[in-house]
């Protein structure tokens, strides 16, 4: 079975770095779900939440929603509704420990280069 439309047009707008319009739309898939599926739109949607708090330079904010993403992705197969979720879950990791770092660095952060770093599409459009 395929994710919801609404989830898979967030998916597009993530992979396009339209990080708040992505969650946005997954949320709408995620109201809607319940149970396994409604954990994993959740993950997913968090993790672009991430993005955008980092784009925002909310360090805290991004560390907090990773850890959420990260603990709601962790019991799925490594292969879930067609994602690779070893891929995802490796990109929250790196971001975690990116994150951590600049907060115990107190480094400032350019976004454009953490983009060109960690970023990866989740999911290859139609």
């Known amino acids: 079975m395929l994710p919801s439309p609404d989830f898979l047009r967030g998916v597009a707008l993530f992979n396009r ?11 709408l898939a995620w ?14 949607l968090q993790m672009s939440v991430a993005w955008y708090h980092l784009e925002h330079s909310n360090l805290v904010g991004a560390q907090k929603v990773l850890r959420k993403a ?4 962790i019991t799925f197969p490594d292969h879930y509704l067609e994602f ?19 907060l115990t660095l107190q480094i400032s952060l350019n976004f454009t280069e953490w983009v060109d770093r960690y970023f990866q599409k989740i999911f290859p459009e139609a």
């Open 17 to 27: 770095k339209a990080f708040f319009e992505a969650h946005e739309l997954m949320e």
């Open 31 to 44: 109201r809607d779900e319940s149970g396994n599926r409604r954990r994993f739109y959740q993950g997913v």
């Open 70 to 73: 990260a603990k709601n992705l």
């Open 84 to 102: 690779n979720l070893i891929e995802i879950r490796q990109q929250i990791a790196m971001l975690q420990e990116a994150v951590d770092l600049n």
